[in-house]
């Protein structure tokens, strides 16, 4: 027996896998973040920059190994977080990483930014404001 169907409210996604097909409406949203590629199957794109590609951006670097703390800042600004994030919440900076590569649809996961935040700290704030230039954010 099958269920009616309910009607969607704004906001919500509507999934049919079946046909394989996908629709995702967010207002607001560029809609370009996930891309469908083959049978129900999420793709998703790499870092725009390496991690060690600090000297791509002069300004990030210099203030990722001379002032970390003002680079995290900007960066939790240019998230729409608190500036206070990385310094009074433990894994503030790991969250601010994951909430970036997730809204860009960057491969990755959370033990990887974990990795990054804590062993390559600088590097991974100049990746994170480089990545943000390339999106615009």
Do not use: Y
């Not at 919500?12 to 590629?37: D, E, F, H, R, Y």
Request: hydrophobic share 35%.
């Amino acid at each position: 027996m099958q269920q009616p169907a309910l009607p969607l409210q704004p906001g919500q996604a509507c999934m049919n896998v079946m046909n394989n097909t996908v629709v995702v409406t967010q207002p607001g949203g560029s809609g370009n973040s996930l891309l469908l590629i083959g049978k129900d199957k999420l793709q998703f794109r790499s870092w725009t920059s390496h991690i060690c590609s600090c000297f791509n951006d002069c300004t990030s670097c210099i203030l990722g190994t001379m002032c970390l703390p003002i680079l995290l800042c900007r960066v939790s600004n240019r998230l729409n977080e608190c500036a206070l994030i990385t310094c009074c919440a433990a894994g503030g900076f790991m969250a601010l990483r994951t909430k970036l590569r997730t809204m860009g649809g960057i491969k990755g996961s959370i033990c990887s930014d974990c990795f990054m935040t804590t062993c390559c700290g600088p590097c991974a704030a100049c990746q994170m404001s480089r990545e943000m230039d390339s999106m615009g954010l």
